[in-house]
């Protein structure tokens, strides 16, 4: 919340007004009104351009998993790098000049343009997103570090390459240490956007206590935001599960 009070008020709050924007690299708008950002505009275009960009996707994990399956074999991977690098450059490329973009632009005192992000929303944003990358980087941090120090000189031995050794040795090991932590942190996450009331930011917890206090049926109101916040969690929860069941079987 203390993180939340300093984006908010010393930052957002003490932006320039929307006469004399910050413009930052000709595309973002900073006022006190928000951040003004890029926004897709829904066209023939648009369309097109996401579904090469999910073909390019779809095309990167494919020559990854056959990448990783010709390290395992012993056999030439090198076409497999170069189309994993070209579907990476082609998503990139299609991403930037492929999709029909909207930019924020002043004019006569009115920003046109882009999507505009409120400076609570920004705030929730941003607070959020910095307070929990901080838990998640020393979680992927000790993950890393608990990897025993004979399976890097096992693999230095080997004459893995730093990127291999870290892809094909390590992380996989440390996965299996980061992915418990890692869940408790996302849902954390979920239940610390309730905090956005604290900034005035209307969510489903300040708009719950709204009706309550019109309506004066708490209980119900209480009920349903209960409800929301543990369908969230579980959804969170399944999907790690998931995910963890299935680096733990990979190592059995």
């Known amino acids: 919340m203390l993180q939340l009070f300093f984006w908010y008020f010393a930052v957002f709050l003490r932006l320039p007004k929307i006469d004399s924007p910050l413009i930052v690299g000709n595309i973002f708008l900073l006022t006190n009104r928000g951040l003004d950002i890029p926004w897709y505009e829904l066209n023939i275009r648009t369309g097109l351009g996401v579904l090469a960009i999910i073909g390019c996707v779809l095309l990167g994990i494919l020559s990854w998993n056959k990448r990783i399956q010709a390290i395992e074999e012993g056999q030439n991977t090198q076409q497999w790098f170069w189309i994993l690098i070209g579907s990476a450059i082609a998503t990139i490329g299609i991403f930037c000049f492929g999709i029909d973009w909207s930019f924020p632009q002043l004019e006569n005192r009115v920003i046109q343009g882009g999507l505009n992000l409120s400076p609570e929303f920004a705030t929730l944003l941003i607070g959020l997103s910095v307070y929990t990358a901080a838990f998640i980087a020393e979680v992927v941090r000790a993950g890393i570090q608990s990897v025993s120090k004979g399976q890097w000189e096992a693999s230095r031995a080997l004459g893995f390459k730093p990127s291999l050794m870290m892809q094909l040795i390590i992380f996989p090991q440390a996965l299996r240490v980061m992915i418990p932590p890692l869940t408790s942190e996302f849902l954390n996450l979920a239940k610390n956007s309730s905090l956005a009331i604290a900034i005035g930011y209307s969510d489903i917890y300040a708009i719950g206590n709204t009706i309550s206090n019109q309506t004066g049926k708490s209980v119900e109101i209480l009920l349903i935001i209960m409800t929301v916040y543990l369908t969230i ?20």
Do not use: C, E, H
């Open 233 to 252: 969690n579980l959804i969170i929860s399944s999907i790690m599960n998931r995910f963890n069941r299935l680096v733990q079987n990979n190592f059995n």
